[in-house]
């Protein structure tokens, strides 16, 4: 089998396994928004999945974030919010914390208060806050409240 077929059919299968996961993958999230959940309101993204950060993650004063630390097997856990241009935001969302910051690979991964911004694949749907305050292999991960502070664990 080809190599571009093999990257195609993995393409395909994330798309379907991972709601949001082409917009996580293929860099089309083109608004921040928010959504209530049992933590609080916070900020979401493709489908209204809720949006993490990262501590490990360097953040900057002018609301740009330095880099991100998620790569790897990081990264498929908690798969980058990727964009091609800044998104715009809804809801409760402040379009002057949104910005973007590039990753290794050139992409243009989504900050928030400059903080870059991954989903996680233990959320599925809408509202679902499973990786907020979660410790795991790679660090600490917290969602965000609109005003870009931790949100409260419900």
Not at 36 to 46: E, L, N, Q, R
Request: overall charge positive; aromatic content about 8%; glycine content about 12%.
């Amino acid at each position: 089998m080809r190599r571009s077929t093999i990257i195609a059919a993995c393409a395909a299968i994330a798309t379907v396994a991972l709601p949001g996961a082409a917009e996580a993958a293929g860099g089309t999230v083109s608004t921040i928004g928010t959504h209530k959940t049992p933590d609080g309101v916070v900020i979401t993204g493709a489908s209204n999945r809720t949006l993490y950060f990262f501590r490990p993650d360097e953040r900057s004063t002018k609301h740009h974030a330095k880099k991100s630390t998620c790569y790897g097997a990081c990264a498929i856990d908690w798969p980058p919010v990727l964009a091609k241009h800044k998104p715009r935001a809804t809801g409760q969302a402040k379009a002057k914390l949104i910005g973007l910051t590039t990753r290794k690979d050139g992409s243009k991964q989504v900050t928030y208060d400059g903080l870059p911004l991954y989903y996680y694949v233990a959320d599925t749907k809408a509202g679902q806050v499973v990786g907020d305050h979660l410790t795991d292999s790679f660090g600490f991960w917290g969602a965000l409240q609109p005003d870009g502070r931790l949100s409260k664990k419900g």
